[in-house]
């Protein structure tokens, strides 16, 4: 029973790449979230789903984009990577208001 | 709006209790939760408690809850090395679309 599972585990960009985060839920919750998690600045919220076929902004979506591909997955793009995108991301799957978490990509742009 | 806060460091002794304090705004509060971070490792929650409920024990684990002064605490007990970690609060708000709010975390560290 793997929970949430995000890959990659680590990435590094250069300025302007894109790439896509993956994440993958075995619960069959039907909310699931997108969070950066950057030094003293706690859980930013990026995009949330709340159901298949559904997504909405958070409070930092700029430079991302999401697809709720399936109930299962919930994947996060970075159209042209910047260095203000160096963070950490975790992946959540929600049941009810408890959150079920990713073990996180790392992801720096140079 | 809605907000929570956390002090961002604590320091205990190996065996010493750690007590950990939260506050939020919002008083339509649902569940409130704490979430625990290892280092390199993904969020795990540690244990919750619903708004109409004052406290909660768990093994080592006391959450108290203030709803009146809006206050949330974790205490550990036999604070052991193992429990080094960041400790999240988290607050889910009626009417939020089940949105949950988060603590910018606790780093706890423990010395022997």
């Known amino acids: 029973n793997a929970g949430v599972t995000q890959t990659p585990k680590f990435q590094v960009l250069k300025t302007g790449q894109s790439m896509t985060l993956q994440c993958a839920q075995d619960?069959?919750?039907?909310?699931m979230y997108w969070y950066r998690q950057d030094p003293g600045m706690g859980l930013r919220l990026i995009y949330y789903?709340?159901?298949?076929?559904?997504?909405d902004k958070g409070e930092v979506p700029n430079g991302y984009n999401v697809s709720r591909l399936n109930k299962r997955e919930f994947s996060l793009r970075l159209e042209s990577a910047a260095p203000s995108q160096t963070s950490v991301y975790f992946c959540?799957?929600?049941?009810?208001?408890?959150?079920?978490f990713g073990q996180g990509t790392r992801l720096t742009v140079v | 709006g809605e907000d929570v806060e956390q002090s961002l460091f604590l320091s205990v002794r190996e065996g010493d209790s750690s007590v950990i304090n939260c506050t939020y705004t919002?008083?339509?509060?649902?569940?409130l939760y704490w979430y625990k971070q290892e280092p390199g490792a993904g969020l795990q929650l540690l244990t919750y408690?619903?708004?109409n409920m004052d406290m909660k024990q768990d093994q080592r684990l006391t959450v108290l809850l203030n709803k009146k002064d809006k206050h949330l605490s974790l205490r550990i007990a036999d604070t052991q090395t193992g429990d080094s970690a960041i400790y999240f609060c988290?607050?889910?708000?009626?009417?939020?679309?089940?949105?949950?709010?988060w603590g910018l975390g606790t780093s706890l560290a423990v010395n022997p």
């Open positions: 959540a799957a929600i049941r009810d208001t408890e959150a079920f």
């Open positions: 619960m069959n919750h039907n909310s």
């Open positions: 789903s709340a159901s298949e076929g559904t997504t």
């Open positions: 919002d008083s339509s509060s649902t569940y």
């Open positions: 408690i619903f708004s």
């Open positions: 988290a607050v889910s708000f009626a009417g939020n679309n089940r949105k949950l709010i």
